[in-house]
């Protein structure tokens, strides 16, 4: 199956030399240090890929055929291109450059040199002499040995050639191999890889030798490299389909702007940029490349580039839409508004506008403009499901009779915090309870005064903020530039460097987590920037793993850096929180599993087939000792169900826990034997519960929660090539001897809660709140909860419309 449609781009550095030392940066638009992608492969084991080709200087006009019928054919693929050469000058590899963002030249004595790159896990080695007709995904996605097409020689014996194509997955690459190699002379690759037992044979259509075809033989409609060696003696519809490719620059750019369907991001500007002086890009193109800047993070250069497009052009709403959308990422809210509002004309795109005004409406704290936005959304189209969930979250609250007197600002605390309602996800409203958990017992608005992290703090929203005996901000992921994004911190929090100033109550940052993924790119100038400023007004900054502290560290000037400090995240020690999770109950023998989508392309890479073919395997296998269920946190996690039964027949039921309330959601996991899981809640709230779990690591944050329990074994990469077995055999270890697992989760918590409730008792004094015997707030091992609900973190809204 293959990987979700979300072309990544995970180069942070230049790619590695082949003796593994790091290169320069390549050609290409210039996107600044500020916008580099966020490298953590060491920590994911997200693969690093890499096409290669030998060439000499008489050979160069190949290898530009091979680069462009690359990008031509494979127009949502851009890996770095290693280009191996004899020695020739940088100069030379201009042409080339023009063609490719990612080209690297390397030094090389032959081109079997491809099997002593470094730093690489997958190489796929072509020629000059090729020319990509079909898709090479599938190659992409291979996992082991060294694949070739076995030729036919003239005696019927099948060879591999020496200059055909290989896929090298290079932690297979041993010293013998190499030594093999070494010893030179006609068919060396075959006779090595036939001794090394490493052959995986690939069909003839991935290395089709065009010598077969004579007269008028036209090229199999199957093939995907058209390989003429080093001659170009071919038949005429052989060489009309390298012709194709042989095109100057400005044709090819066309060319590959003019392609429908996905493109990558780095392909698409390489190609696209600068549009040309003196006259007027397509309206289109301009839209796509500005839809680029924006999913980077650089909305400057998408509001740029779309203000000059739609001047003095309403007719054009899918270009307000997103210039209207990126002026909103850069807070510049009024112009938003007005583009957005030109977008509605449009009747295709009239609901999408509408729910994006009414998004804005919102984080203004214009709560009754924000239904009407909704409403006339909903009109336009009545199945429009982000304007039904608008309606529906800015509906006017009941009207009920008030059972106590109003409480004083000055003995509530702020909670600052992502409060998921509705559907969404279900980790994101466990959270906030579970902070408010760790001062007392009573987490209803009585003792908590409630503010989203996304809606905009302007003077009034300060004046409420001051008037509470403290602000506490998390936890949860808020480091994250894409979620929600503004122009006024960088990250989710919605607050000006000059009202953060003026805040005088005192600040916590309360188990925040630095969230950028493996392979992410955003702007880090305003974001370290707000976070400096955050950090110095702040009286305690507590981030929920020492990887996020480790990480934002780096930001900071050297006399801020000691005041960031560990506060793991409080759904990890809830059975310290809620006497009521009595672990020594009776368990059902089941075994949950969790998987996330969001950002698939940065999860995954080119791997999901192989993600989901293993886990497939480790379903069944786990599935001969208990039941297997499927615990979704929002419904697109559902995606891995249908996946899972379409591509390999297996059948999961499911927990849907964006429908529970949150004591259900913690009753479920405490229940349970063993949990799997891809979503950082999907780990850390069974855990707190008492239950073992495996992290299935797509994203940092599961790797460093899982250092800091010493317990890095807990954790197994979605592109391990063996992750089916591994996770197979660790669940039997667990549920073998689940007495022991679970002890053993108590035992990891006593650190976390030994450093929660230091820092509570810190925080005791910062708030002025009672000691721990006096009643009240106070940050102890609380009573059983009051029954009221807190607003919005409890229960999922089931009104109608």
Known sequence: MNTPAEPTDDRRTGPPALDGRAGPAQAGPAVGPATAADDRRAVTGKRRIAFAAYTDEDRMPGLLVLLRSLALTDPAVCEDFLVLHPGLPDSAFDAARRLHPRLVPRTAESRLDVFRVTGYDTVIALGPGMVVLGSLLPLLALRTGVAAVPQSGPGGERAVADGGLLVIQCQDVTDALRAALAEGGEGVVDRALSEAGLLEPLGSRYDFPAGRLYDDTPVPGSTVVLHFGDGRTAATPAREARERYELADEAFRAAYCALPGTKHPELL?????????????????????????????RYDEAVTLLTAAVADRPDLPRCHETLGISLMALSRYEEAEAHLLLATVSPDFAARAYGQLARLAWLLGRTAEAHAYAREGLDANPTDGNCRAWYVRTRPAPVTAPTAGPVPADEQLAHVALFADGQENAGDKVLPEAVRMCFGPDTGPARWHERSVHRLVDEPVLEELNARRGIVVGGGGLFLPDTAPNGNSGWQWNIPDDVLARITAPLAVFAVGYNVFDGQRYRRERFAASLRALVGKSSFFGLRNQGSVERVRELLPEELRDRVRYQPC????????????????????????????????????????????????????????????????????????????????????????????????????????????????????????????????????????????????????????????????????????????????????????????????????????????????????????????????????????
């Open 269 to 297: 500007l390489h190609c696209a940029l600068p549009f040309p002086e003196g006259g007027r890009a397509p309206v289109d193109l301009v839209r796509q490349v500005a839809e680029v800047h924006r999913q980077q993070g």
């Open 570 to 801: 409080p759904t990890t020690v809830a059975r310290h929180l809620d006497p009521g999770l009595d672990d020594g109950a009776g368990r059902d023998d089941t075994v949950l599993i969790n998987c996330a989508y969001d950002r698939a392309g940065l999860r995954f890479g080119h791997d999901y087939g192989h993600f989901l073919a293993e886990t497939a395997a480790a379903v069944r296998a786990i599935g001969e000792r208990a039941e297997v269920r499927y615990a979704a946190h929002m419904p697109a996690d559902e995606k891995f169900v249908h996946d899972l039964r379409r591509e390999h027949g297996t059948a999961l039921p499911v927990e849907p826990l964006y429908l529970f309330s949150n004591d259900r959601i913690r009753e479920l996991y405490r229940r349970t034997r063993l949990v799997i899981g891809m979503r950082g809640h999907a780990g850390m709230i069974p855990f707190g519960c008492g239950t073992p779990v495996i992290s299935l690591v797509s994203h940092p944050k599961l790797a460093y929660f899982l250092s800091d329990i010493d317990r890095p074994d807990w954790g197994v990469s979605v592109h391990d090539r063996s992750l089916g077995a591994r996770l197979a055999e660790r669940a039997a270890a667990v549920l073998d001897d689940h007495p022991a697992a679970v002890a053993d989760v108590h035992g990891r918590q006593e650190h976390l809660w030994s450093v929660t409730r230091a820092n509570l008792a810190e925080l005791r004094d910062l708030f002025g709140l009672p000691e721990p015997t006096s009643g009240g707030l106070a940050p102890h091992v609380p009573g059983p909860r009051t029954a009221e609900p807190a607003r919005g973190l409890h229960l999922p809204d089931i009104r109608t419309k």
